[in-house]
């Protein structure tokens, strides 16, 4: 299961050659913003059909965007929109846009993502699960049952998801939250590394042994 990759694509590529050949690869979500290669980290992982990748809440914000930019433009442009914009080459875009500009990057983003891309985006689950293991983005409710999980919580996190728990033996790999090194405790298995500011992006493998964690930087 692989952090927060953030556009980041020569970390995503050096940790994908060290991924064992019998494991399957799981993306936590955020894969876009904030670096500076957005586009070719969606191409490669959307080109690569074995891989399972989730929706994070900057996926959210970047369909939220192509759906209604004049609501929804500001916001993601502010955090890591700009990036992904460049990525795609709209290069016209800037932190204040009147609303029109907003459509006309809009525009620009989705012929540049063409219809295959943007479908690919749409169609992200908000979790897998397997056994014991539940793989999500930003955490789970801690007091609800893995089936029962609201998107919201699987995307942009819940806030017991650190306080409280869990009591039914799952162990919930999450990225979201940037740590300091990756890590497993009390049921939660953080894997976001912070690889946009940090260089370091970092992935957990899970075989029933105990968790093994990887690491890449450029």
Known sequence: ?????????????????????????????DCVDRGEHSAEVLRLISARPEFTCLRGNHEEMLLRFLESPEAYGPRWLRYGG????ASFGVRSARAEMSKSELRGCRDALQDAMGDVLCQWV????TSWSSGNVLVTHAGADPNSDPAQQSDTSLVW????????????????????TIVGQAGATRGRIA???????????????LDGNEPRFLTARP
């Open 122 to 125: 749409q169609g992200l689950k």
């Open 157 to 176: 996190g819940h806030p017991s998801f650190q306080k409280v728990d869990r009591r039914d033996g799952v162990w919930v790999v999450y990225g979201h």
């Open 1 to 29: 299961m692989i952090g927060d990759v953030h556009g980041c694509i020569a970390q995503l590529e050096m940790l994908l050659v060290q991924v064992p050949e019998d494991h399957q690869v799981i993306l936590v979500g």
């Open 191 to 205: 894997v976001d590394t912070g690889a946009y500011a940090t260089g370091v992006l970092s992935a957990v493998c």
């Open 82 to 85: 700009l990036q992904t914009l």
